[in-house]
């Protein structure tokens, strides 16, 4: 069974960058698609970029667009989410997750039916 574990959250001033890491063990992240999702206090979680099984392919939502970067190395078994120009509205607790995908490796991402999740960390975006 897969296991993801993130890391790298924080406290950070607005306009600053932090970079977050998931990290899998007990599995072969090949087979996975993944993902970042946050959560709000008392709202649902949002998916926020995903990227593809070869990396080919990612997506992010227009909140995130052109200040976060996701990526791979499934060498490591990590994903990371560069984080950019950080505003006060990023502050959340961030989930990497992972689809179990029987596709093509360059079939594209997806935000539901995560078969795994991890615990999450805090980012706090704040003067």
């Known amino acids: 069974q897969l296991q993801l574990a993130e890391s790298g959250g924080g406290l950070v001033q607005p306009g600053g960058s932090l970079t977050l890491s998931c990290v899998a063990s007990g599995g072969d992240l090949n087979d996975y698609s993944m993902a970042w999702f946050r959560q709000f206090p008392g709202k649902d979680r949002e998916g926020i970029s995903c990227?593809?099984?070869?990396?080919?392919?990612?997506r992010y939502a227009d909140a995130v667009k052109d200040r976060f970067t996701i990526s791979r190395d499934d060498a490591k078994g990590t994903v990371d989410l560069q984080m950019n120009d950080l505003k006060p509205e990023d502050t959340a607790v961030y989930y990497c997750a992972a689809d179990k995908n029987y596709l093509s490796a360059d079939a594209k991402c997806k935000y539901y039916n995560m078969d795994y999740w991890g615990v999450g960390t805090l980012v706090n975006v704040s003067s």
């Open positions: 990227i593809n099984r070869s990396g080919s392919w990612s």
